[in-house]
């Protein structure tokens, strides 16, 4: 019997090739790091944060577009093979074709998984009938189909309980539909109801009080510690429970905006690198250092982390060159001296051509890039920034290991 072959072996491996995996290449390449194996099947590399924008009719789809190969960093050996198992004790990834790849650091960026099951009636109902999602590419400019066609009735807007990445979106999309009809001149005409599961509409105080008054402005109908639990589409109606009290109300919708609950992928929540203490199976990592706590050849970076903070791609701009002192420390020999606070940015979108910019730490206090902008008011400078200075900043600095 033929014994299987050796796994093939890197200095690093990679796991992703989202937001985080290509700006940790990026900064390894940089500083040096000749070995690194980036695994990613997907041959499409989305600028995620413009698909509000999409769903909003602000922005083209195409503008969030490159293909996987355009984003490796040279250098970089891109393996085009889904993760299926990790095996930290043997230091080995095993993909979902039956390769196996060992390491001598891992980095884990595989993003998080949208469970559109996790909601029942939701994904049959997806695409038609005035059900989307701006957190499916193929859906965002149904969402906006949707937006421009509507004259009158209810639309529903909904945010499911436990992390999402950009905790914002689900809020934005109502903020820009609103602003819409307003234009059109027919908001009265349409009920708004927005489902939010936390009991307040944003954790930092300064920015809650915010949107609550956006949301005041547009005369929506605020549902606080909520959720939408299940959905009939044919019959366009939406249950939507209150965890205070258990209440639970049917709704009739003309217009929803789901999104869906998220969470760890499987072969990740079911390996020893989750958290115990993560209901959805995310990796465990020092909130400072970003290395695993058991396993400290490990990293983790990005929505698959189980850290106290929202999961943007600002946060990932700011946890990368932690992740990569840190990782280049332990190759020296050295401790893990690279601090990460906890610093996040969420873009909200109150209205075509005007933002907040939400920036804070782990302990929620407001952490402003541009101390002399008052970034807690609605600005249209904000919203140029979002539309067209973010993403070059993505494409040409982050995706670089420039910024």
């Known amino acids: 019997m033929t014994p299987p072959p050796a796994p093939q072996h890197h200095q690093i491996l990679i796991v992703g090739g989202g937001t985080a995996g290509i700006t940790v290449a990026a ?26 924008l999409v ?28 993760a299926s198992a990790v095996d930290p004790v043997a230091r080995t990834v095993t993909t979902a074709s039956g390769r196996v790849f060992s390491y001598g650091r891992l980095v884990l960026a595989p993003g998080l998984h949208l469970d559109w099951d996790g909601i029942p009636g939701l994904a049959p109902a997806l695409g038609h009938g005035g059900v989307s999602s701006n957190y499916r590419p193929d859906l965002a400019p149904y969402t906006w189909e949707a937006i421009r066609r509507m004259r009158r009735g209810t639309a529903l807007f909904t945010m499911p309980s436990g992390p999402v990445k950009c905790g914002g979106a689900p809020q934005k999309i109502a903020y820009l539909a609103a602003d819409h009809w307003r234009k059109r001149g027919v908001l009265g005409a ?18 809650d009080r915010a949107l609550t008054e956006t949301a005041r402005r547009y005369g929506i109908e605020v549902r606080l510690s909520s959720e939408m639990t299940s959905l009939d589409g044919a019959a366009r109606k939406a249950v939507v429970t209150d965890h205070t009290t258990g209440a639970t109300e049917t709704l009739r919708y003309d217009l929803l905006h789901a999104v869906p609950p998220q969470r760890a992928p499987q072969w990740l929540a079911e390996s020893p690198l989750a958290d115990p203490a993560s209901p959805h199976g995310y990796v465990a990592a020092d ?62 979108v109150t209205a075509r051509h005007k933002m ?48």
Not at 27 to 51: F, K, M, N, V
Not at 299 to 326: C, E, M, Y
Not at 357 to 375: H, K, W
């Open 287 to 348: 909130r400072a250092t970003l290395q695993h706590p058991d396993f400290p050849e490990v990293f983790t970076i990005g929505d698959a982390a189980h850290l106290p903070t929202s999961k943007t791609g600002a946060a990932i701009r700011k946890q990368a060159p932690v992740l990569v002192a840190n990782l280049l420390d332990g190759l020296r020999g050295r401790p893990a001296a690279a601090h990460y606070d906890g610093y996040t940015s969420c873009p909200l």
């Open 55 to 82: 769903g909003g009719g602000q922005a083209p789809l195409r503008a969030s577009l490159r293909t996987e190969a355009e984003v490796i960093p040279p250098g970089v050996r891109w393996l085009r093979e889904r």
């Open 27 to 52: 900064r390894l390449r940089r500083a040096g790091i000749r070995d690194i194996a980036l695994l990613e099947p997907s041959e499409t590399h989305w600028y995620q944060p413009l698909w509000t």
């Open 356 to 403: 907040l910019l939400a920036e804070f730490d782990y302990d929620l206090r407001p952490a402003p890039s541009i101390p002399f902008l008052d970034t807690t008011r609605e600005r249209t400078d904000m919203w140029f920034l979002k539309r067209y200075g973010l993403p070059q900043l993505y494409f040409k600095g982050m995706l670089k290991g420039l910024a």
């Open 190 to 207: 349409i009920r708004i109801v927005l489902v939010l599961p936390e009991p307040a509409m944003f954790k930092v105080p300064v920015f």
